[in-house]
């Protein structure tokens, strides 16, 4: 999925942070129908996806922006 050199920091849980990790989806199951339409893993690379391209979005523009203003 992604390759890092990242280390992971545990830190405690902020106030808003949910102890529930894996919500149990039988009640949409059996009372709507519902089904997921994307497997766990093939939703996680498009969310590294997206999340990579938002932050080099935000960095080109923060660069642009460093830059003009170094100029004028």
């Known amino acids: 999925m992604g390759s890092t050199d990242s280390h992971i920091i545990h830190l405690p849980p902020t106030k808003d942070d949910p102890s529930k990790r894996k919500p149990d989806i039988t009640i949409a199951k059996d009372v ?12 996680l690379v498009k969310t590294v996806e997206y999340f990579r391209k938002e932050l080099e979005e935000t960095v080109r523009f923060y660069l642009i922006m460093y830059l003009f203003i170094l100029i004028n």
């Open 32 to 43: 709507l129908d519902w089904q997921p339409k994307v497997a766990v893993r093939d939703g």
